[in-house]
Nanobody, 118 residues
Framework: VQLQASGGGLVQPGGSLRLSCLVS????????IGWFRQAPGKEREGVAC??????FYADAVKGRFTISRYKRSNTVYLQMNSLKPEDTAVYYC??????????????WGRGTLVTVSS
């Protein structure tokens, strides 16, 4: 599975940004796809994951971030609203699963940097 993330950048606190993840053809038929992030000096954490059953969000982003997927374009989006400085991180799209939290299931894409700062 190939995953390619894009859409990162610099945004002010309270602003919005949309990340895109282009995945291999038919990958969305077989894999849940999600977003992870790694802030400087911190461990990588799962942010959101979406499968045919629907989305799952980490508590830190619930109500602010929305994950969606479009099979026709092989794309998964992460709409991020009400951004906070603590959302600053490198964001990765990856294959995922979820139970109490989002976890990786084996495939990673390259990251895209999101900086929330005034």
């Amino acid at each position: 599975v190939q995953l390619q993330a894009s859409g990162g950048g610099l945004v002010q606190p309270g602003g919005s940004l949309r990340l895109s993840c282009l995945v291999s053809n038919f990958a969305l038929d077989y894999y849940a796809i999600g977003w992870f992030r790694q802030a400087p000096g911190k461990e990588r954490e799962g942010v959101a994951c979406i499968s045919s059953s629907g989305p799952f969000y980490a508590d830190a982003v619930k109500g602010r971030f929305t994950i969606s997927r479009y099979k026709r374009s092989n794309t998964v989006y992460l709409q991020m609203n009400s951004l906070k400085p603590e959302d600053t991180a490198v964001y990765y799209c990856a294959t995922c699963g979820y139970a109490e939290k989002v976890y990786n299931t084996g495939y990673w894409g390259r990251g895209t940097l999101v900086t929330v700062s005034s």
